[in-house]
């Protein structure tokens, strides 16, 4: 946890194909949905936080990039320019509440859609979420 992020990294051989990975992201986004539901639905608590559970959203930035492990104090954690990155995707100006963004090799997550004019590489769409 980084304050209201939770930023989570694997090695490559973990991932799995590109496809498998959005797959899971899509089910990360539908188990959210579904247990929002269930605490809005809950009336036992009328703290602000249990009130408002229902405003909350997903912003799911898929990087792919290469990071070092350092250790500060007892924790390692990941550095590098990847990861600093990373953390600046999250402090985009997208415009949506919630959405998948893929980018950079991570890009491969989303479905491709030529330009226009068919030139050039595919370029990636945002996931918006509903």
């Known amino acids: 946890m980084e304050g209201d992020a939770v930023f989570a990294l694997a090695a490559d051989r973990v991932l799995g194909p590109p496809a498998t990975l959005l797959d899971v992201l899509e089910d990360t986004v539908a188990a959210f949905r579904g247990r929002q539901r269930e605490l809005q639905a809950d009336d036992s608590c009328s703290c602000d936080a249990c009130r408002n559970v ?77």
């Open 54 to 130: 229902g405003n909350l959203d997903l912003k799911i930035v898929a990087h792919h990039g290469r990071f070092l492990r350092q250790m500060v104090g007892d924790r390692i954690q990941a550095a590098g320019v990847n990861v600093v990155l990373a953390h600046r995707l999250l402090k985009n100006s997208v415009g949506r509440r919630a959405y998948i963004l893929p980018h950079r090799s991570g890009a491969s997550l989303g479905r491709s859609r030529r330009r226009p004019d068919g030139a050039g590489r595919p370029h990636r769409t945002l996931r918006a979420l509903r």
